[in-house]
């Protein structure tokens, strides 16, 4: 059996591309890495693969713990992991879904060509910048009082239809129609309300981003056209989350675990992987919060989109509408979810590994996906009617220079990783010493001189953070994926205009 060692950590080859921590000690469930050899020395460069099988120790970790082909050190729970605990006898765990609660990206087609763009380059970019808020701190399409964030929390995207932010065409085109039914507002803090508040249809800064694109590849001609992708068409990409309300979730629920759960912190190797256990009031009120600040990201995206709708409607002197600027897909990153998911089970009914495992029946289960997307293949209920026979869209965004790739859920992603895949490309390098290495001028330049790429941002050292050499090989994350069957190329898309906080 081929292995590879990282320091006490030792990988054992199961097969091309999937690599195994075997369970052992106070482990509740093997740990794998789904990564090619080039991938899976990037991912033994930090962290990872410590916090990997950390999250092996979660309460109620059922089959195994995996690592994503865009996997990276996190806080606590490595981003581009996958986690899932019964939601009888196991737990949720904020680290394991992160600090920006759906934080996700949404694409946008259109009837535009790159040839109907050209010339406008400039133009759009800039109009762009000034109409979408962008950076830290405060700033949004519009600021809402009390009863404004109340209703957003507790209704997502149904507020913004209502409000004329939204067509009911967005929602069918949402996960979830853009809402959780499980929100509970009264469950987020009056302190993350108000930061919230201020902050209704921005980007917020980091790796957020707003992207034209233009459609380079298309590799499933029929998914395609389902999608409603072609070769050469323009399209529009969002990537954000639920800015300081999210944030402040998370630390809020983080700081109530370490003092009403502090027994099972205790137990667990890492205290970033703070958990409340499953049936708890605090884990209830926890659920409860986390699917209002995924409510609020949803709006927060669909503000973004609908001002982006206005400026090219203002560039191009057309109705948006006229130039089909539709919702393709909108999917969550970080995100804890009950699902039904088919797991072995022992002798005793207990969740085993599949190899030990005397029968398979359906469990529900807390799927984390921390950097990770959901990517289920045709058949599953949750699917919208648009998708349902053809398999849920996947967005994975590449660097500002290196493209990025719609995907649609694999076969194989129930089997193998509770229906989830990559999220992005994942990082190499850390902000600061992607700082020391580049700077952010120079990046935009060499963009736009070389690959006509036109970026803006609040600052040369956001640029800096997120020049294309900070982030792996998205073309060798999404091969892995592919060829695992948990998320297959449809099409690819590179970038024309980005703005960025």
């Given at each position: 059996m081929e292995t590879r060692e990282f320091g006490d950590i030792e990988l054992r080859r199961v097969r091309e591309h999937v690599w195994e921590i075997p369970q052992e000690g106070e482990m509740n469930a093997p740990a794998r890495v789904l990564a090619s050899e080039a991938l899976l020395d990037h991912i033994g460069d930090d962290k990872t693969l410590e916090q990997l099988r950390n999250a092996t120790h979660l309460p109620g970790i059922t089959k195994h713990a995996i690592c994503m082909p865009d996997g990276h050190q996190g806080y606590g729970f490595p981003v581009g992991g996958v986690g899932a605990t019964d939601t009888t006898d196991g737990c949720i765990s904020p680290g394991a879904v992160g600090y920006d609660i759906n934080c996700g990206v949404r694409m946008m087609t259109t009837n535009l060509t790159y040839e109907d763009l050209q010339g406008h380059e400039e133009e759009l970019v800039d109009a762009l910048f000034e109409a979408v808020p962008s950076g830290l701190g405060g700033g949004g399409v519009v600021k809402g009082d009390a009863e404004t964030i109340e209703d957003i929390l507790a209704r997502g995207m149904q507020w913004a239809v209502d409000a004329g932010y939204a067509t009911d065409d967005d929602l069918a085109h949402c996960e979830d129609e853009g809402f959780r039914d499980d929100a509970r507002p009264e469950f987020v803090s009056q302190k993350a309300k108000d930061r919230g508040r201020n902050q209704i249809g921005s980007l917020g800064s980091g790796n957020h981003f707003l992207e034209v694109q233009r459609v380079t590849d298309v590799y499933r001609e029929d998914v395609a056209e389902s999608f409603g992708l072609e070769a050469d068409q323009i399209v529009v990409l969002i990537h954000c989350g639920s800015r300081g309300l999210?944030?402040?979730?998370?630390?809020?629920?983080?700081?109530?675990?370490?003092?009403?759960?502090?027994?099972?912190?205790?137990?667990?190797?890492?205290?970033?992987?703070?958990?409340?256990?499953?049936?708890?009031?605090?884990?209830?009120?926890?659920?409860?919060?986390?699917?209002?600040?995924?409510?609020?990201?949803?709006?927060?995206?669909?503000?973004?989109?609908?001002?982006?709708?206005?400026?090219?409607?203002?560039?191009?002197?057309?109705?948006?509408?006229?130039?089909?600027?539709?919702?393709?897909?909108?999917?969550?990153?970080?995100?804890?979810?009950?699902?039904?998911?088919?797991?072995?089970?022992?002798?005793?009914?207990?969740?085993?590994?599949d190899g030990d495992a005397v029968e398979r029946e359906e469990r529900e289960l807390y799927v984390h996906r921390k950097g990770a997307t959901r990517a289920f293949p045709a058949g599953r209920p949750e699917l919208p009617p648009a998708y349902a026979d053809v398999g849920q869209p996947v967005i994975i965004p590449g660097s500002m220079g290196a493209g990025s790739y719609v995907l649609r859920g694999g076969d194989q992603s129930l089997d193998l990783t509770f229906g989830s895949t990559a999220h992005g490309a994942g990082r190499l390098m850390s902000r600061t010493k992607a700082k020391?290495?580049?700077?952010?001028?120079?990046?935009?330049?060499?963009?736009?001189?070389?690959?006509?790429?036109?970026?803006?941002?609040?600052?040369?050292a956001t640029v800096a953070e997120e020049a294309p050499g900070v982030y792996k090989d998205v073309d060798e994350v999404v091969r892995v994926s592919d060829e695992l069957g948990i998320g297959d190329k449809v099409a690819r898309t590179f970038p024309v205009c980005n703005i960025k906080g």
């Open positions: 999210g944030h402040q979730t998370c630390t809020d629920y983080l700081r109530r675990i370490e003092k009403e759960h502090k027994d099972l912190l205790d137990d667990l190797p890492d205290k970033e992987l703070a958990a409340a256990p499953a049936g708890s009031e605090l884990a209830e009120e926890y659920y409860g919060a986390m699917c209002a600040a995924i409510n609020f990201a949803w709006v927060n995206r669909q503000l973004i989109m609908h001002r982006t709708r206005e400026v090219f409607a203002d560039v191009f002197d057309r109705d948006w509408r006229d130039m089909e600027m539709r919702l393709l897909y909108d999917v969550a990153h970080n995100i804890a979810k009950k699902e039904v998911h088919e797991v072995g089970v022992g002798p005793e009914g207990q969740p085993v590994r020391q290495e580049y700077w952010g001028e120079t990046v935009q330049d060499e963009l736009r001189e070389q690959e006509k790429i036109y970026v803006k941002a609040q600052s040369g």
